[in-house]
C-alpha cells in the first residue's frame, strides 16, 4: 500500500469532509469506517505478497534436485534465513492488524503465529537433514 495511494487519499478527504459535515459526534464511527478500509488494503497486499512468495517457493522446490548429498549450499542456507526474514516483514502488518482488531491480545497471537511457524520451519529443516544423513 503505497503512501500516495490516490483512492486512499480520496477516502481520507471524504472522511474528514463528512466529519466537518456531520460533526464532532460521529468521528468514532466515521474513524472506525475509514480505518476498516485501510486494513482491507492491507490484508489485500499482504496476500498477494505471501501468494507470491509461496509461488516463487514452489517454483524454486521443483527446480531444486532433492538428492543431492553434502553440505547444504549457499542457496539453501539462504533460503533457510530468507524464510525467518520474510516472516519478519509480515510481522509488521499482522501485528498491526492483530492489535488493532484485538488489541494486546491479538498482537501476543499474531506473535505467537509467527514464532510458531519460524519453529515449524526450522524442526522441518532440521528432520529433513537428519533424515539425508540416515540414508
Given amino acids: 500500500m503505497d ?35 485501510v486494513t482491507e488494503r492491507l490484508d489485500n497486499r499482504v496476500e498477494q505478497r505471501v501468494r507470491r512468495e509461496l509461488a516463487q517457493q514452489q517454483t524454486s522446490f521443483a527446480r531444486a534436485d532433492r538428492r543431492s548429498i553434502g553440505p547444504p549450499q549457499p542457496s539453501a542456507r539462504f533460503a533457510r534465513y530468507g524464510f525467518a526474514g520474510f516472516t519478519m516483514i509480515l510481522a509488521i502488518p499482522l501485528s498491526a492488524i ?3 482488531n484485538a488489541g494486546t491480545a491479538g498482537l501476543f497471537i499474531s506473535w505467537a503465529g509467527i514464532v510458531g511457524v519460524n519453529l515449524a520451519q526450522g524442526l522441518s529443516s532440521a528432520w529433513a537433514k537428519a533424515r539425508q544423513d540416515e540414508d
Fill in 98 to 100: 492483530g492489535a488493532v
Fill in 3 to 37: 503512501a500516495r495511494d490516490p483512492e486512499l487519499s480520496k477516502e481520507l478527504s471524504a472522511t474528514l469532509q463528512a466529519r466537518k459535515d456531520l460533526g464532532a459526534e460521529y468521528e468514532s464511527e466515521l474513524i472506525d469506517s475509514f480505518m476498516e478500509k
